[in-house]
């Protein structure tokens, strides 16, 4: 009788859980009597990542912004957690986030998320993730945003190359310096800088070096400086951390440095002659207030780029303006015009 009774209430819970509205809540935003959770899972360390830091200052002022705006609801609590740079642990680590139940929803960012995700995703099937800066489209309880990198990096190449033939006579060699190798570096950023400095000149290469890590900044300007020795007079470095090291080689060595996914006009004056951006805070913060009110699309995978406002080259930086002649701004700026109005389609 009492076995009876026991599996009559389990069976009316689950009917519950499929019929009732809100009953099933992780499927939508959070609930308004008891509030909710989320967790930011960085995958590194946020200090020298710029887009981490937007990352959580998006998710953070998503959550304030719905918090101070509700009345009578549970406050949404919010989580950060640093995966540190040992990238084998990162999947242990958001699957020990998952296991705990403890947030509705999980957000990250990186192009490598989506792949640890869906192992992580099959075994807690109620765990929503938002990942940013990374793509899989078709999974229920994911949804991705990725910005147009082809966009961004033409951009950053045009300028170096712009940049490089204003500085006379040389060979027709611009510089990335990466942290590691991944698909989006190799098959998206490296081609896309290399295709907007052979806008400028057919004749450009791209000298491309790997640090190795996203931290070790004496092994970038060790890098950097063997660039310049080369004949390099324009580097770009994606390599977080490590990017200091490019500004103080160039520095040094009479180069010039392209800045990639934040303003980094004033992280070296008169040395950084481009900032190709991407609006990460933007995106954390418009996509977790979506989560919120309940109209985030799980199993979609949105592409953002300069003509939707997520990636962007910044122009109107008085320290921009300083560092470039004008008739190089203006080449840039038609560039980046032509980009914005679709003239220039750079579809990925
Ligand atoms: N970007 C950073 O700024 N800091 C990092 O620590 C970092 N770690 C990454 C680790 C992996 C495995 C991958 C694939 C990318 C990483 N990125 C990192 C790069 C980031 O996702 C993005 O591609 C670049 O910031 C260029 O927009």
Redesign the pocket.
Known sequence: MKHRACAALAVSMVLAAFFIPGGCRRNSGPDASRGSSIGVFI???MSG????EMLAEGVRSAVDRYNSAQTGAGPVELTVIEGGYN?AEWETKLTAMAASLAYDLIVS????LPDIVSHISSRFPDQRFLLL?GRLEGNPHVYTLRYN?REQAYMAGSMAALVSEAAGPGPRKVGLVA??E?P??NNI?LPGFLEGAQGINPGYTVDFRIVGN?YDAAKAGELAADMIRGGVRVLLC?A?GANEGVIHAAAEGGAKVVW??TNGYAIGPGIVVGSSV?YQDKAAYNQVLRYLEGTLSFGAAETLGVKDGYVDFIQDDPAYIRAVPPELRERQAAIIEGIRSGALALPL
């Open positions: 995958p590194g360390v990542s710029p887009v981490y990238q960012s990186n192009p490598s800066d990198q942290a590691q991944y989006v570096m950023i996203w994606i977080g990639f996914d991407l």
